[in-house]
């Protein structure tokens, strides 16, 4: 599975942003998408995923100001409403197969200025 992840850049605080993330390969494989995401010298962080029948699931941070989608089993997005300075971060697109077997994508950067 390849994963290119799109939509990043440089909006003020309480603005919005979509990222999209358009897989390849060996889609039908793919159970859940996920975005994370990861700032300097800390962890990689989820963000939120969204199962292969609709399931949801967000870090408290981004419960009602983000939303995930699917776009059948090729393209995932994630609308970010209301972003704040510490959604700062290189977002991560993430294929999720079984508990061994997952892929990423390259981040794309998402800069909140206040």
């Known amino acids: 599975v390849q994963l290119q992840a799109y939509g990043g850049g440089l909006v003020q605080a309480g603005g919005s942003l979509r990222l999209s993330c358009a897989a390849s390969?060996?889609?039908?494989?793919?159970?859940?998408m996920g975005w994370y995401r990861q700032t300097p010298g800390k962890q990689r962080d989820l963000v939120a995923t969204?199962?292969?029948?609709?399931?949801t699931n967000y870090a408290d941070s981004v419960k009602g100001r983000f939303t995930i989608s699917r776009d059948g089993a090729k393209n995932t997005y994630l609308q970010m409403n209301n972003l704040k300075p510490e959604d700062t971060a290189v977002y991560y697109c993430?294929?999720?197969?079984?508990?061994?077997?997952?892929?990423w994508g390259k981040g794309t950067l998402v800069t909140v200025s206040s």
């Open positions: 969204i199962t292969r029948s609709g399931r």
């Open positions: 390969g060996s889609i039908f494989e793919i159970n859940a």
């Open positions: 993430n294929a999720f197969l079984t508990t061994v077997t997952n892929y």
